[in-house]
């Protein structure tokens, strides 16, 4: 069994090829720019040389992209989408149209085109040819999906999933999906995307394929509190019996280190609202069970700002702290997230 795991984040996409009976140490694997990086550079580049851009392709991440767009229109140059690639920007084309986005299905020839996508296959596939390494066919990838919301916060939107999923039992599975919801139109465009090119994907949130993830470092004790902190978002969970079971999501940037322990804290308790951390710039947060914080065994932080929280002064105050690297390897946490989660729905 071979297959590709890939945890698309703000800043990286993070590229596994798993094959059972090899040690992960000894798997290929690549830390590479993130496709909305990649994307903004282009748009970047055509800003430069003074050319408008014609955007195609699908729905992926906005971040670093939707900034660049904003760069070009602001210097006078035009931005032309195909309505796939405007909702990028915003669920409400009327808004993407007031941002200055000229949305048509057709551009100017001159406009240099730039495809929007979350994943390049074909950068991926020459890549591993260069290494004689073959492409799977089974391929389980990790994007973070707001949810489609044209009229109220998409924040809502996620956030109301999430909570569904925890109230239903919060295991690795019910994260997991061979058909994403409708609501999730980012993941449903990579779905699409990956069926037209032949493959077979298996998908999920960046998210919970962290938390999953990090909990198989052998020093994880459950229940455990685990805080991914990525370079966009931060997500905390309460994990008991390979569940979570509390959870909530804020903006890395935001977190302060007294708000940080705060939310833990609280979290942990069992007291956290979602309406505290809403109001307070982030996604969400939602309890179904919370141990107290004097009986978690362990506080498993990852993600790559994770030293913000290690220099921060919170060590020893929410138990004891394990700085996880399961496989060896604190980037493909998300990979083996993934990992397990493709086991669970296809594997077997």
């Known amino acids: 069994m071979t297959f590709l795991a890939v945890d698309v984040g703000a800043g990286t996409q ?7 009976g090899m040690p992960i140490e000894n798997s290929a694997k690549m830390v590479m720019p993130s496709q909305t990086v990649i994307v903004g550079k282009r748009i970047d580049g055509a800003r430069l040389r003074g050319q408008d851009v014609f955007l195609t392709g699908t729905t992926m991440g906005g971040g670093a992209s939707a900034r660049a767009a904003k760069r070009q229109i602001e210097a006078g140059h035009q931005i032309f989408a195909t309505p796939k690639a405007a909702l990028t920007f915003n669920d409400d084309l009327d808004k993407v149209k007031k ?6 299905e057709f551009a100017p020839p001159e406009a240099e085109v730039v495809e929007m996508a979350d994943l390049d296959l074909f950068a991926i ?8 390494l073959d492409m799977p066919k089974d391929i389980a990838v990790a994007v973070q999906d707001h949810g489609y919301s044209p009229k109220k916060s998409n924040r809502i939107v996620r956030f109301e999933e999430m909570a569904r999923i925890l109230n239903s039992g919060g295991d690795l599975r019910s994260f997991a999906y061979l058909d994403p919801p409708p609501i999730f139109n980012r993941m449903t465009a990579l779905k699409e995307m990956l069926n037209r090119a032949g493959f077979r994907p298996t998908i999920m949130d960046t998210g919970p394929v962290a938390i999953f993830g990090a909990i198989l470092d052998p020093r994880s004790a459950e229940p455990a509190l685990v805080l991914n902190m990525g370079n966009g978002h931060t997500i905390g969970a309460v994990v008991d019996d390979e569940m979570i079971t509390a959870l909530f999501e804020h ?3 935001a977190l302060t280190a007294d708000k940080l322990l705060r939310f833990s804290e609280r979290l942990c308790d069992g007291t956290i609202t979602n309406r505290e951390v809403f109001e307070d710039g982030g996604h969400g947060a939602h309890v179904v069970e919370a141990p107290g914080t004097g009986k978690i065994r362990s506080v498993v932080v990852t993600g790559p700002n994770r030293e913000r929280f290690l220099e921060s002064g919170l060590l020893g105050k929410l138990g004891t702290v394990v700085s996880a690297a399961p496989g060896g390897d604190m980037m493909i946490t998300g990979c083996l997230g993934l990992v397990e989660a493709w086991k669970a729905l296809r594997g077997g």
């Open 14 to 20: 993070d590229i596994l090829l798993f094959e059972e």
């Open 99 to 104: 941002m200055g986005v000229l949305v048509t």
């Open 251 to 253: 903006h890395t940037s």
């Open 125 to 132: 596939k020459a890549t591993f040819e260069m290494f004689g």
